[in-house]
């Protein structure tokens, strides 16, 4: 079983707040990249250590939207040639509101993608422009609109939280908005100033002020209230899903399964020995050059030895509901996390429970994950 991240690092502007690898179009190497990806498939295809066949495939960006219909539909038919797409593959692709039309989701839809990620992040017209977002309110309730009359129904939402200036009525007020949409899923993303954007030299600056810690805590328990009341199960710490609606995709990085990753700024993680994780860099140029010489244009980031793969599967499992099953954690490893990890079981033990096989935070300690997770290093 195998799962495909192809990135796309392309947008039409770069919002303040981003730090993911992407550039702003018209860009030189934009109109050829479609064609590297399929280099880079066919070479990939060529790898023993990945094997089919798949089972989901992600469009992430940037922005993928950006691709046409016909792009999406030739680079999924080369993955099922290369590789095989299981019958019941997951697909998805992250869309920005207001750049899409029906035609253009019908033909998404047509070429097999079957999840579709909106970029919403708040229905607060002002804070999309203080963000850098090109779309508003309105673009985003037609985006929802237009995709389920493509027959989209499997959406997701990204929603942003703890936004400068955000009130806790404020978010119960836009959270009103966004369960108005109904969707299947929402990811959640308390808003980091990362420091080398606008957003991050502005607070900096103190031009922008973002909530205090207090603040930022009362946001994650009142959105894990209020949309657990409305049914979405919190599955992991950013995500919530109606029944059978969780990621298929996502689950397999919290899961430590084999996925490869493809394009500029693309990571993989592969399965031989202990796992090793690589990645290609962040440089359009790069990524031709190596794909004109038929390189492989990943280099490898780490190889894992059985206790860095341990603590790592804990790292991952841990920000899942669903935790880390005691008994694949013993079968793959050949040891209990118990006897593994004496200390962090020791500093965690009013925090860390054994349930039914599973090891697993409450959601309201995972407000404390970067923290307690740190016992397991
Ligand atoms: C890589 S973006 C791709 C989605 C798509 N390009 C869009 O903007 O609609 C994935 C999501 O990460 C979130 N994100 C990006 N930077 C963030 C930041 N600094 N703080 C919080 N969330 C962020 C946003 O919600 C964004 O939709
Ligand atoms: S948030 Fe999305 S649209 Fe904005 S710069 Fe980042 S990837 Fe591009």
Redesign the pocket.
């Known amino acids: 079983m195998l799962s495909i991240y192809l990135h796309i690092p392309f947008?039409q502007s770069k919002?303040d707040?981003?730090?993911?690898f992407s550039v702003a179009v018209p860009h030189p190497r934009f109109a050829n990249y479609p064609a590297l990806l399929h280099q880079h498939l066919e070479l990939a295809a060529r790898q023993p250590e990945w094997q089919g066949p798949v089972h989901s495939v992600y469009f992430?960006?940037?922005?993928p939207s950006l691709l046409t219909a016909s792009d999406i539909a030739a680079l999924l038919n080369s993955i099922d040639n290369g590789f095989g797409l299981a019958t019941d593959v997951e697909i998805s692709l992250?869309a920005?509101p207001g750049t899409l039309s029906l035609a253009q989701l019908q033909g998404y839809r047509a070429a097999g993608v079957n999840r579709l990620s909106l970029?919403v992040?708040t229905f607060d017209n002002q804070l999309l422009q203080q963000l850098g977002r090109r779309h508003d309110a309105q673009d985003s309730r037609q985006a929802v609109m237009l995709a389920r009359q493509a027959g989209f129904a499997n959406l997701s939402l990204?929603l942003?939280f703890a936004l400068p200036g955000q009130t806790l009525p404020a978010l119960r007020e836009e959270i009103r908005n966004y369960l108005e949409l109904a969707p299947q899923h929402f990811?959640c993303?308390?808003?980091?100033a990362?420091p080398d954007t606008p957003l991050g030299a502005a607070v900096r600056n103190s031009h922008t002020t973002l909530p205090d810690e207090e603040l930022y805590a009362d946001a994650f328990l009142t959105l894990h209230d209020a949309l657990e009341s409305a049914g979405y199960r919190h599955y992991e710490i950013a995500n919530y899903a109606q029944a059978d609606f969780a990621c298929r995709h996502n689950l397999v990085y919290w899961q430590r399964q084999p996925y490869m990753g493809l394009g500029a700024g693309a990571h993989s993680f592969c399965d031989i020995d202990w796992g090793q994780r690589r990645a290609t860099a962040n440089d359009l140029d790069a990524y031709h050059a190596a794909l004109q010489t038929n390189t492989d244009p990943a280099e490898t980031l780490e190889t894992f030895n059985r206790q860095t793969a341990m603590a790592e599967a804990l790292y991952l499992g841990l920000r899942t509901r669903q935790g880390v099953s005691e008994e694949a954690f013993r079968t793959r490893f050949g040891t209990g996390v118990a006897s593994a990890f004496p200390s962090a079981l020791t500093e965690l033990a009013n925090r860390l429970e054994l349930q039914d096989g599973y090891w697993r935070f409450r959601p309201h300690d995972w407000l404390l994950f970067d923290r307690l997770i740190q016992a397991f290093f």
Do not use: A, P, R, V
């Open positions: 947008c919002c707040y981003c730090d993911f992430g960006g940037g922005t992250e920005n970029g992040q990204d942003m990811s993303y308390g808003l980091t990362e």
